[in-house]
């Protein structure tokens, strides 16, 4: 059984203090077993929410990092520094650094790599632009993304893998992907681990959604068989909507 997954990207939002204010209303909350919930504050506050988080079962995770473990490179996190403050998990590819950051598929497999083979998790992140699913081609265009990962990467590595599947057109436009349509795509990214791999391993990879998640639409989209969680941004940076979106999924 895959456990359900709850992640709130706060981006570039929230200052120290509304960071705290965030995790100290969530450490206090309690939720089954089975839910397993992560945190992705900004740099600047990740080391002050693992210290607020010790004692609770929350992950903090980075939103990014560079490909390199050190160097010249102005402005940029290595994976070597995160795992000096025990930051072990990493989103890579989501859609706001592919479009506004410029990072290419090559960009993406390097920072894969370097994070997989140094032992951390990464959150990936794919998803098709508006145009792609106007054109109908969302499923060449996920394809295209998700080569970066089934191209390279061996099987035993798997296990530090969360996909997260969201659709350009639903992040931070209100408009969510229908339950049916997230189920569709999902579905599909399962197949496709089959295919490239096996069935026991795309039964073992947990598939989040994410794009206008809120606690309006979460229980349905969430309860979709191949749906394991939800990477939200907007709703997230809401103590209530947030901690209401992880209940929508609380079978307690
Ligand atoms: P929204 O929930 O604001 O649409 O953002 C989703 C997202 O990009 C999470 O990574």
Known sequence: MRKKVIIGNWKMNKNKEETEYLLNNLAKKTWEKEINVKVCPSYVNLENAQNILKNSSIEVVAQNMHYEKEGAYTGEISYKMLKSININTVIIGHSERRTLFCETDEIIKKKVNIALKNNMNIIFCFGESLEDRKKEK?????????????????????????????????????????????????KYVRAQITKRYNQELSNSVPILYGGSLKPSNSK??????????????????NFDDFFSIIRSVDKK
Do not use: C, F, R
């Not at 990962?149 to 969360?162: A, E």
């Open 138 to 186: 969302q499923i060449d265009a996920i394809n295209k993304q998700l080569d970066v990962l089934m191209d390279d990467v061996g099987i035993n590595k798997w296990n530090q893998i969360i996909l997260a599947y969201e659709p350009v057109w639903a992040i931070g436009t209100g408009i969510n992907a229908t339950p049916d349509q997230a189920q569709q795509m999902h």
């Open 220 to 237: 349905e989209i969430l309860s979709k068989p191949d749906i394991d969680g939800g990477l939200i941004g907007g709703a997230s940076l």
